[in-house]
Every structure is written in structure tokens, then in C-alpha cells.
């Protein structure tokens, strides 16, 4: 890859963190400014294609840098990370591995 290539790569890896960071921020304001808002907090398994210990450490610090979502553990076969989410929906796990792990893929390759 490309040393622009690269930098493109990381350049968006940066504006989708920056992204998620906004919009979980709202989520997190809007929790604490209604308590009577429903939230869906849970514990999910994302199975990981990410396989370097630098891809998952990077993984889940994107993950817990983000509010409302935290890793937890990373499986002893490191398949599998888990997270605690705030407000958990269908799409979470197919969300983290859309976004920040698909990403974190392209800027590692």
C-alpha cells in the first residue's frame, strides 16, 4: 500500500472515530439529561477478523474511547472481543465491525 494510499486510510479512520465520538456523546447527553429514556445496555461478542495484537489493541481502545461502549475482554483465542454497550441495538455488533474494525483492517494492512 501506498504511503498516500496509508494516509488516506488513516485520515478516515480519524473522521469515523471523530464521528462515532459525536454522535456518542449526544446519545450519552441525551441519557443523562432524560433518565427516564429508555437504554438498552448489554454485553455483545464481536467475533474478530482483525487478527494482530496491534489490530485488536487498537480495536478495542477506539471501542472504549467512544462513550457509552467499553471493551470488556478479548477472548483467549482472540476471536472474539467483547463490549459493553449502552444502549445496544440489533446492528451494534455488525456496526463495530462495519466501522472501526473494517477501518482498522485497511490502515494495518
Known amino acids: ?19 462515532e465520538l459525536v454522535l456518542s456523546v449526544k446519545d450519552v447527553v441525551l441519557a443523562v439529561l432524560d433518565p427516564r429514556r429508555p437504554l438498552r445496555p448489554a454485553i455483545v461478542a464481536v467475533p474478530l477478523d482483525v487478527k494482530s495484537e ?4 487498537l480495536l478495542a481502545n477506539m471501542i472504549t474511547l467512544t462513550p457509552g461502549t467499553t471493551s470488556l475482554h478479548v477472548s483467549d483465542d482472540r476471536k472474539t472481543l467483547y463490549v459493553h454497550a449502552m444502549n445496544a441495538s440489533e446492528t451494534t455488533v455488525a456496526d463495530i465491525k462495519a466501522g472501526f474494525e473494517a477501518k482498522v483492517r485497511e490502515v494495518l494492512i
Open 54 to 57: 496491534a489490530g485488536i489493541t
Open 1 to 19: 500500500m501506498s504511503v498516500l494510499r496509508k494516509a488516506v486510510a488513516w485520515g478516515q479512520l480519524g473522521g469515523l472515530f471523530f464521528r
